[in-house]
């Protein structure tokens, strides 16, 4: 079974922790994944935007685990 999602961000406005927070809400996936959706999602963006500057990953621990 595959299921789509669609989730948008906004570079100016959102950060990798809500989206991922509301993937994760809206997935029903665990809490504890929260900060490996934001990283995956950091990675995904490092690639596609010239300067982006990724989340920390002490900011993402402390935060969700």
């Known amino acids: 079974l595959v299921r789509y999602i669609r989730f948008e961000f906004y570079l100016e406005t959102d950060t990798v922790i809500s989206i991922a927070g509301e993937m994760v809400e809206q997935l029903d996936l665990s809490h504890e994944d929260v900060s490996v959706v934001a990283e995956l999602i950091d ?18 621990t402390n935060k969700y685990g």
């Open 43 to 60: 990675n995904l963006i490092v690639k596609l935007v010239p300067g982006w500057k990724p989340s920390s990953e002490s900011s993402l």
